[in-house]
């Protein structure tokens, strides 16, 4: 296959990389370092048993045109990156491309193919105008839902730490003859891939996790195991679970563990700091709205509650613009030095 990895970061290298040995033709859409890095040497894969490997048969570029079409366009951004990037993706698309969405929280095509009253819903906090639903046609799309952890540890270096699955699926439920062509692609790069009839419960089972664990976690400095281990802490998480549970429930999505079972899981994970953590000690910008924000839209857009998620929102939102205002002051200083 013919495939482009849209952002060489953890997953999008760790995800490339295999592709590539497994013998796909690989293209990393990616800029800076990472691009040098991966141009001249390939891209390094640690496994999580140590062992190395180097794909050489890659290629590397920031020129969409000059990638062109592809049969799979792998899409590897946080949500909010996006935007960035999507006024260029259309050069990637030959008639039957697929777009495999691997972001995070809820995705701004929810509402396409979904049926019932909300069908064809824009999701506001994810897409604000409605252009990625333009630029991005749902209909291309392949939803995934990403479960291995990885780290980008140098340009075109990236350590696989655990974890092989990538569940997919068509966003009307159906199997169809692309989705199980990804699948087993993936399934031939060592990874595990089934294909879904119900993505969006998978991604509501992932974001119930990320939609409290998250912003908790930036806002108070707080692994994994310190939230559930503290009673206040895991009481404010339950809270926003249970809310969160409740507008799943009302768009039809039922969640196969119990609560108390997943909070236990995010405490046997142990002193793990969360992404948006490490995006706030290193100074970048947080993933707030696809996580948090967009959970908030589907309350109000369902009639439900969610008195501590708004709460919750509402000050992470404040730090990220806190974050904001101090990069800015930080530049005019050193403009001025």
Not at 66 to 82: M, N, R, S, Y
Not at 120 to 128: A, C, E, F, K, Q
Not at 241 to 255: D, P, Y
Not at 263 to 292: N, Q, W, Y
Request: aromatic letters at 6%; proline letters at 5%; hydrophobic letters at 45%.
């Amino acid at each position: 296959m013919k495939i482009a990895i849209v952002g060489a970061g953890a997953i999008g290298g760790l995800v490339g990389a295999r592709l590539a040995l497994a013998g796909e033709q690989v293209t990393f859409l990616v800029r800076g370092a990472n691009l040098l890095a991966i141009r001249n040497k390939g891209i390094k894969l640690i496994e999580h048993d140590g062992s190395e490997q180097v794909a050489t048969n890659v290629a590397a570029t920031d020129d969409y045109a000059e990638a062109g079409p592809q049969d799979v366009v792998i899409l590897a951004l946080k949500a909010h990156q996006v935007a960035a990037v999507a006024d260029q993706l259309p050069l990637l698309f030959g008639p039957d491309t697929c777009v495999v969405t691997m972001q995070n929280g809820i995705p701004y095509w929810y509402f396409h193919q979904h049926g019932g009253h909300l069908e064809g819903r824009t999701v506001h906090s994810v897409d604000p105008d409605g252009s990625l639903a333009v630029r991005i046609p749902p209909s291309r799309v392949i939803g995934c839902v990403v479960y291995p952890a990885s780290e980008l540890v140098a340009p075109g270096v990236v350590r696989h730490v655990e974890g092989e699955r990538f569940p997919l699926g068509e966003l009307d439920g159906s199997t169809t003859p692309r989705v199980q062509a990804i699948s087993e692609c993936f399934t031939r790069a060592g990874f595990k891939a089934p294909v879904l009839d119900n993505i969006r419960s998978e991604i509501w089972l992932k974001l119930w996790g990320n939609l409290t664990f998250n912003p908790i976690s930036a806002l108070c400095h707080a692994t994994l195991e310190g939230i559930c281990q503290y009673p206040v802490a895991r009481s404010l998480a339950a809270d926003m679970m249970k809310e969160a549970e409740a507008v799943a429930n009302k768009l039809g999505v039922t969640f196969r563990v119990t609560l108390d079972k997943r909070i236990a899981g995010a405490e046997k994970v142990g002193r793990h700091k969360t992404s948006m953590l490490m995006d706030v000690e290193a100074g970048r910008g947080p993933e707030i709205d696809a996580l948090v924000g967009s959970v908030v839209e589907l309350g109000r857009f369902t009639d439900t509650a969610t008195p501590h998620i708004d709460a919750v929102y509402a000050l992470v939102k404040l730090l990220e613009r806190t974050m904001t205002e101090e990069r800015g002051q930080l530049r005019l200083q050193k403009m001025a030095a």
